[in-house]
């Protein structure tokens, strides 16, 4: 069964658990893609994902991203997060 994801705070998380509590509050447990921390969020606040994760095997560059803007003394075309 794929992982369902919902977005919160303009970032997706794992969908853990979610439904009413015995205090009648709509909640949804959420956990971090890593499954690193969960946390509880109110429902309203929570929405669809922002965007599927990419696949493993669907770019052709798969190591780590430069987290550095295009631009930057040293940015390689094709591996910056403006120019991907």
């Not at 705070?9 to 853990?16: D, E, I, S, T």
């Not at 009413?20 to 890593?34: G, I, N, P, R, V």
Request: overall charge positive.
């Amino acid at each position: 069964m794929a992982e369902q994801l919902a977005s919160y705070k303009g970032r997706n998380y794992a969908v853990k658990w979610y439904g009413k509590t015995k205090t009648d509050k709509q909640l949804h447990k959420l956990a971090f893609l890593d499954g690193s921390k969960e946390f509880w969020a109110d429902s309203s606040l929570v929405g669809a994902p922002l965007s599927s994760p990419a696949s493993t095997g669907s770019s052709s560059y798969q190591g780590r991203r430069n987290w550095r803007p295009c631009g930057y003394p040293g940015c390689s075309p094709q591996m910056c997060d403006e120019c991907m």
